[in-house]
């Protein structure tokens, strides 16, 4: 079974902070994904990464970066964290074979106060 | 450009009745595919089936079944018997050929299954 991993189920952080949400999968996936998920909006897609150091923008990227080191791991930054960048999110992977379906983590909730 | 609905916002129904939820697509491609996945309340998207543009026919999996019709742009599941265990919020999904690195979401159906 794929297993992606996110570092932390609930975060809470003030205004300004630099924050990290860290996201490891372990099946070798070329693709990696994150979105955040807010009521009423479905899904928005924030960045996504081809492979190792590469990274696309997504729908809704201002505010955050993304960092892919290596393979496994993916990484969401917000560089100065806002009170409307409070929301759940979700990362995701995918093998970069013809349409595979995406595979998630439990997801982050994250509070900036 | 693509889109996905999901008409139906938020559903109730009592154990042990049938359910169905809609989602209907827009796409120029010809060659697409369509996703169901299920966010229970602890938050992660499970993946349920993908189906792909030249495969029409229905699918069933156990109290689980896929109306693909495309004569209506729409990929409707259905769940038998439901249980107080299906109760979640329910994605329908759609990739295009040329570009399946991106995944189009509705905004997903929140389904109560009442005791």
């Known amino acids: 079974d794929v297993k992606v991993t996110q570092s932390s189920r609930y975060l809470v952080k003030r205004t300004g902070e630099k924050v990290f949400l860290e996201c490891v999968q372990d099946?070798?996936?070329?693709?990696m994904f994150w979105y955040r998920q807010d009521p009423g909006l479905g899904l928005r897609l924030i960045y996504f990464s081809y492979d190792v150091k590469m990274k696309e923008k997504g729908d809704i990227p201002e505010g955050y970066s993304v960092s892919r080191e290596k393979k496994e791991r993916f990484s969401l930054i917000l560089e100065s964290a806002s009170t409307n960048q409070t929301s759940m999110y979700l990362c995701?992977?995918?093998?970069?074979?013809?349409?595979?379906?995406?595979?998630f983590g439990d997801g982050t909730r994250l509070s900036i106060l | 450009a693509q889109k996905v609905t999901q008409a139906q916002t938020e559903i109730s129904v009592v154990e042990k009745e049938d359910v169905t939820l809609d989602c209907v697509y827009e796409t120029r491609d010809t060659t697409y595919y369509l996703f169901w996945y299920k966010q229970p309340p602890s938050g992660e998207l499970v993946f349920l089936i993908r189906r792909n543009s030249f495969d029409e026919q229905n699918e069933i999996s156990g109290r689980y079944s896929w109306n693909f019709q495309k004569s209506t742009s729409s990929f409707n599941f259905t769940i038998t018997a439901s249980q107080v265990v299906d109760s979640a919020v329910y994605f329908c999904a759609l990739s295009e050929a040329n570009r399946d690195d991106k995944i189009i979401f509705g905004k997903g159906t929140r389904l109560h299954i009442l005791p």
């Open positions: 995701a992977s995918r093998r970069q074979v013809f349409n595979q379906p995406q595979h």
């Open positions: 099946m070798d996936h070329e693709n």
